[in-house]
């Protein structure tokens, strides 16, 4: 395996196309627009510059790095590639029919992965005509700076497929856990009843968000408190999570909290869009 291919050139599709490149990997970052790409290449280069100003890297070695990433905004140009890793929006709709249209475009033998949060690989796989080479690849954010994948396997994933992707994460410098096809995983089937919670108790009046935060940080000796947390994965992304639990499992226990639903409503995002539990920038 030594073509990978990145779909989705966001904060996870960027990250995951640096960490590619970094081990080795001669690497396409695909999307829809070229400025997207130039702004996720120009992340890239700025978070390598900070390895070569911390002594880690040479700028050589940046720029060898940064020479293995090329950029498409067309996927029909992508039919030689080992490993497609699909980063896209977090809707179900969209990646299957994405899947569908790499089935017809890659060759037999590639295998496409998707970075989904919580969405079924089973259903991303049935959309294909090879479900055996269908797997999950959650990486966790910051890409480049956390050892985590989570590897998640279909009904019909093979074992061959597994060990591929296993080998591939170790390239690239990650553990890669084993885990099966159930809504929310293992990291967010437990981390996100846990952000709920936390915005639960600043709903009831608890506790402000700085003191929920605090708790968890000074007595759970968690690196960052639950809304802090909330905000920077974004809370459409967590609210998109939460309603996957919910109506996989049929449980009321995994209800979006309303004031989560009421900021997704407001545009209230987290960091990206300035404002969420804490205010950011100007």
Known sequence: MQKIVVIGAGTMGNGIA???AASGFDTTLVDVSQDILERAVSTISANLQRGVDKGKMTADEKQAVLARIATRTDVETLADADLVIEAIVENVAAKTQLFERLDRITKPECILASNTSSISITRIAAA??????????????????MTLVEVIRGIATSDETYRAVEEASKRMGKTAIEVNDYPGFISNRVLMPMINEAIFALYEGVATPESIDGVMKLGMNHPMGPLTLADFIGLD????ILRVLEDGFGDPKYRPCPLLIKMVDAGWLGRKSGRGFYRYGK
């Open 18 to 20: 640096h960490t590619a």
């Open 237 to 240: 992304v967590c609210l998109a």
């Open 128 to 145: 294909t005509r090879r479900p055996e080479k269908v797997i999950g690849m959650h990486f966790m954010n910051p890409v480049p700076v």
